[in-house]
């Protein structure tokens, strides 16, 4: 199943093209197991759209590849 390559929906976006192929760092931080690798590309996306925005996600990422949409009521 192709997986579109950016939602604004969600509140965690990959950015693919900052992505490292088989990092996990963003997926192992996620205390909520939201964050998935997918097998044909080797990037991460966002599988479960539940997110408690505590962002070690996006601290973690090398690369700077993920982004943490948080809600205007929560900054």
């Known amino acids: 199943m192709p997986l579109a390559p950016q939602r604004a ?3 965690v ?11 996990t760092l ?9 964050l998935a690798i997918d097998e044909g590309t080797g990037k991460a996306y966002m599988h479960v759209d539940e997110c408690w925005y505590c962002g070690p996600c996006a601290a973690r990422c090398p690369t700077g590849a993920v982004t943490v949409n948080m809600p205007y009521l929560l900054r």
């Open 9 to 11: 929906d969600v509140p």
């Open 26 to 34: 963003c997926v192992d931080m996620c205390p909520l197991d939201s």
């Open 13 to 23: 976006t990959i950015d693919e093209s900052k992505c490292i192929d088989g990092c």
